[in-house]
């Protein structure tokens, strides 16, 4: 039997201070001064309590690449970061592309226990693009699999890409796009602009993404499906989503942490930490990104977590891997660019990082307000202070983190899973 | 000065002008019956370079022998990486082999960079990619001065395939720094898209650019643009870009033609062009030397100049 908690004194998603009682993996009840004998008491006096984070976007490696994460790692990282739910993305080796590999890696998540994981099929056998994968099968496989994506790769074909949202109709999927013209891109290493003529590094223009984005939109509509944007990086791409929106079609969109708070200009040190893909944009784009969150025109932030070994970052810029991890800074940074700058309060960062996210990808065990009879999935976090993020102790197999000792807000302080801590006190429990 | 040359931009007025003015005594010396200083006996210089180059090779090479230096040619052609071995572990078997200095030529942008922070020694960028080339952009600049005398208010005109050139972007950075006015001619495809942030003038005209022209510089078009519709055909290109002796007849007088080499004749740069008095591409060659020994001597010397 589960043990029975108490939280006392939680501002919930950032409102009054209430009390919180854990019992039987649901929330038993809130309110002020509430007794339960015998159970576990979390002194939250001061602490914002959030609906368990929920991430669209992570990158476990596992099957594969277990050098570089697994789920058992990569998903620790998520809980000490206050997620209670992850998305696994469909690039590993082999590819998630079958029932059978979905379901492995649904099973590895259930065994390890820090987070519930929902892998995401990929749209296409083997990411090649060419033809689609078993959706229906994935959909209907102990997984239920209901986001698909060839992260990594854009599905650039528009007739596959018409097929795939009309095909998950049928299961009340969403295809989550990586919206980059492979022709445009040939190469590229930087945003297009400034910093990549100057350094000499191919570039990775605006509209590349962009011109991806509207078609996709354009397809969404005509076929009435669901489209998800993945990793939204431009300041264009955030009024075609805009326009999209405003016409009712169902368009959802993503933002990386990092895509919040770091611009193209730490690239110049020509340290592979700073090669992400979409890349790294100006302060323009920052800045749209960030309204764009606050105006919920980009629906929620998602991490990209992207973990690589040592000897795939350590290189020459051009053959390095792209990518960064972010699971345990997410919501630091979050609050950084967020919150501390007054355009999100913590109603809203509820909203995008656990409520719209679960709704998205039709998570009914998460995302849901911090009420009785809720699923007990919730992340105690502590706003105040301000410390260089440490991730020595990480327990994600890898390091490649542009926050490292980087000086950010906040603290998670607990985590709880369906009624049982993942986190406590800010350590794995 | 830095301990590394790894950009141009990295050089102030004076850095540059010391440069310049040793390599001008270094020059004298090689009037000499004998060339050879004592100045770095007993240093160790790598040439380390992933890519082929004869040239640039041959002079550094040349450079740190007439400075007396223990030369160790480092031949690793194509990518470290294809050869399975990083550029870490081949940083560190300099680093154990105890180099004082590092001469690098690599096709990736940056990988002197990188080599800087995994070295005790001098590292210096003798061309990364489409990155820079700084050695390149201080011949030039000396080649400049002793041809027409100074380097304040002179105007250089680049021309070609700006967008993927290192000398390119060596040369804007280093004459901006030494007062001169640079003007980049090439088609709108070969120039960056950001070229407006750089502190120089563009035009698409070379016909234009030649009357207003002190120094007109050829850049190499390189085989592989000519494949990617960067422009419609070599033809073409060298039609509205090559410089033959109809557009060399408008240059001012004293105007001098300069070429990075290796040359395309008959592409960017018409052979009686190339062969005639005005143009310095021998002269390039020569002065390289004496460029490359200052900046070894500043950066990995400590005596005085014998003069």
């Known amino acids: 039997m589960k043990a029975t908690w108490l939280i006392r004194g939680a501002r919930l998603a950032g409102g009054e201070q209430e009390d919180l009682l854990i019992r039987d993996g649901v929330i038993a009840e809130t309110g002020r001064d509430l007794t339960a004998p015998g159970a576990e008491v979390i002194d939250a006096d001061a602490l914002i309590a959030l609906p368990g984070l929920v991430d669209l976007h992570t990158h476990l490696r596992e099957p594969g690449r277990e050098d570089a994460e697994t789920v058992a790692t990569g998903t620790a990282a998520a809980a000490l970061g206050g997620f209670t739910a992850v998305h696994a993305m469909a690039n590993t080796d082999p590819v998630a592309d079958t029932a059978g590999v979905v379901e492995q890696v649904w099973r590895l998540g259930r065994q390890a226990g820090h987070c519930d994981v929902y892998p995401v099929g990929a749209v296409t056998q083997r990411l090649a693009g060419a033809a689609l994968a078993e959706l229906g099968a994935m959909a209907d496989s102990a997984a239920r699999v209901r986001v698909f994506s060839d992260d990594g790769r854009c599905v650039f074909d528009p007739m596959l890409m018409r097929r795939a949202l009309e095909y998950v109709k049928a299961f009340d999927g969403v295809i989550a796009q990586h919206a980059q013209e492979p022709r445009l891109t040939e190469g590229a290493q930087l945003n297009e602009g400034e910093m990549a003529g100057k350094l000499g590094l191919a570039g990775w223009p605006a509209v590349a993404e962009e011109a991806v984005i509207a078609r996709d939109c354009l397809l969404a509509a005509h076929v009435e499906s669901r489209l998800h944007v993945c990793h939204v990086s431009t300041a264009g791409s955030v009024e075609i989503i805009r326009w999209a929106k405003r016409k009712g079609w169902r368009v959802t969109a993503e933002v990386t942490p990092h895509h919040l708070l770091l611009t193209e200009e730490l690239a110049a040190s020509y340290d592979p930490v700073y090669k992400v893909n979409p890349p790294l944009r100006t302060s323009v784009d920052v800045t749209a990104l960030r309204t764009a969150l606050a105006d919920g025109t980009i629906d929620c932030v998602a991490t990209d977590h992207a973990p690589h070994p040592v000897e795939d970052k350590e290189t020459e810029w051009a053959v390095a891997a792209f990518g960064m991890t972010g699971l345990e800074t997410a919501l630091r940074v979050v609050q950084e660019a967020m919150v501390d700058t007054g355009l999100l309060d913590w109603a809203g960062v509820a909203d995008r990082l656990s409520v719209r996210p679960a709704r998205i990808g039709r998570l009914a065990g998460h995302g849901q307000p911090l009420r009785a009879g809720a699923p007990a999935c919730l992340t105690l976090y502590d706003p105040s202070g301000r410390a260089r993020a440490d991730l020595s102790g990480s327990p994600s197999k890898s390091r490649n983190t542009p926050f490292a000792g980087m000086a950010l807000p906040g603290r998670v302080v607990a985590t709880f899973l369906g009624g049982s801590p993942t986190v406590l006190d800010g350590k794995l429990a | ?307």
């Open chain 2, 1 to 307: 000065m830095n301990r590394h040359l790894i950009s141009a931009a990295d050089l102030t007025r004076d850095d540059a002008l010391l440069i310049l003015d040793t390599a001008e005594e270094l020059a004298r010396m090689a009037d000499r019956p004998i060339k050879k200083l004592p100045t770095l006996r007993g240093r160790t210089v790598v040439n380390l370079f992933f890519e082929d180059s004869t040239r640039t090779r041959i002079s550094f090479e040349a450079a740190a022998k007439r400075l007396s230096a223990d030369v160790i040619n480092f031949s690793a052609k194509g990518s470290s990486v294809a050869k399975g071995e990083s550029l870490k572990d081949t940083a560190q078997t300099l680093e154990a082999m105890g180099a004082d200095g590092v001469v690098i030529r690599h096709s990736a942008s940056g990988a002197p960079h990188r080599l800087a922070g995994w070295v005790r020694g001098s590292v210096v960028n003798a061309g990364d990619g489409t990155h820079e080339h700084p050695t390149q952009a201080l011949l030039d600049a000396f080649t400049m001065r002793r041809r027409l005398g100074r380097l304040e208010g002179l105007r250089v005109t680049i021309v070609g395939d700006i967008l993927h050139s290192r000398v390119a972007r060596s040369n804007v950075w280093l004459l901006h720094t030494l007062g001169a006015e640079v003007t980049l001619v090439g088609p709108p495809t070969l120039l960056p898209v950001a070229v407006d942030t750089w502190p120089c003038a563009v035009s698409y005209d070379l016909t234009a650019s030649m009357p207003k022209s002190d120094v007109i510089m050829m850049l190499r078009v390189q085989q592989e643009r000519m494949t990617d519709a960067f422009f419609p055909s070599v033809r073409e290109y060298s039609r509205r870009y090559g410089l033959d002796v109809g557009r060399v007849a408008l240059l001012p007088e004293h105007a001098i033609v300069m070429h990075p080499g290796p040359m395309n004749r008959g592409v960017e740069i018409a052979a009686d062009v190339a062969d005639a008095p005005r143009s310095t591409v021998v002269e390039q060659v020569t002065n390289g030397v004496s460029v490359r020994m200052a900046v070894l001597y500043l950066l990995l010397g400590g005596m005085e100049v014998s003069a």
